[in-house]
């Protein structure tokens, strides 16, 4: 079947992002304070900072005309430096009234890793995981066979698209707040495209591939999306989980890697 003639059945994909103006206010000071530590050897940026509500706090990750808004969860948020080599700046911001946020403080950052795929083996605010990990135990387990990135990435993607069924429920009630748990999306064996993408990359991930989690626009579906892109033999390939998983519940022939043009990123992770 073309894919312009794709339709899914039983499942609507859907990823709920809200675009709002955000007006964040403050000076060009900068400080250097315990709240922002970087790691340098895999390019992220902890935010530590204690406060009963985090409700009202955003971090803001500039480089150059680049900018990525973070909502601020817990004490301890680890956050890529996914913009290459160069300097950044993050800014801690606290909501005044409204859509207006006041800075609370800035540093900047300047990142020279001669690795540039180190932050895409991290763990960070959507791609949590850890070594003893419900995830990384599965994925190792999996895989304890296979000799190559290839056979593992095989492994790990047939696992996640004959496993894992989209959940219509949760796509039509999630807010732009949301953040995927991997332990979560395998004890219900179901999720939408955002859980999908990031199972994948916290299994890939665990077991050393560089692994991106993208969010963007796809020609497959007519709603912002969310995939992944793997590091395999040296080159970025696009695979779409969700996609796939629907394709193969509907008896449709699918290949892993996707073509690029069908994809447009617009944030990466």
């Known amino acids: 079947m073309p894919k312009g003639e794709f339709k899914l059945k039983k499942i609507v994909l859907t990823f709920i992002v809200t675009f709002m103006l955000v007006v964040f206010i403050g000076s060009t000071a900068y400080a250097k304070s315990e709240i922002v530590k970087v790691n340098t050897d895999n390019n992220t940026v902890s935010i530590n ?17 680049k900018k990525y808004i973070y909502n601020l969860n817990s004490s301890n948020e680890v956050l890529p430096l996914q913009m290459g080599n160069g300097e950044y700046t993050v800014g801690l911001y606290k909501k005044v009234e409204g859509k207006k946020y006041k800075l609370l403080l800035c540093e900047k950052i300047n990142i020279t890793n001669s690795n540039s795929n180190a ?29 190559t990135d290839k056979e593992k990435f095989e492994i790990i993607y047939n696992y996640i698209i004959g496993n894992i069924t989209y959940d219509n429920d949760k796509a039509l009630k999630v807010n732009n707040t949301y953040l995927p748990t991997a332990s979560e ?49 040296n080159e970025w390939i696009v695979v779409d989980t969700t996609i796939d998983s629907a394709l193969k519940s509907e008896n449709v022939n699918y290949n892993y890697r996707k073509n690029t043009s069908d994809y447009i990123a617009k944030q990466v992770f």
């Open 49 to 65: 900072y204690d406060t009963t509500d985090y409700s009202n706090l955003k971090v803001v990750v500039k480089k150059g005309a």
């Open 119 to 147: 932050v895409f083996l991290a763990s960070v605010q959507n791609i949590k995981w850890k070594s003893d990990s419900e995830a990384a135990i599965l994925a190792k387990e999996l895989t304890k066979n296979a000799k």
């Open 185 to 233: 999306t395998l004890s219900s064996q179901k999720g939408i495209c955002y859980d999908y993408a990031s199972l994948m990359a916290v299994m890939l991930r665990s077991l050393n591939i560089p692994t991106k989690l993208v969010h963007g626009n796809s020609t497959y579906t007519s709603v912002y999306h969310a995939w992944n892109e793997v590091l395999l033999n």
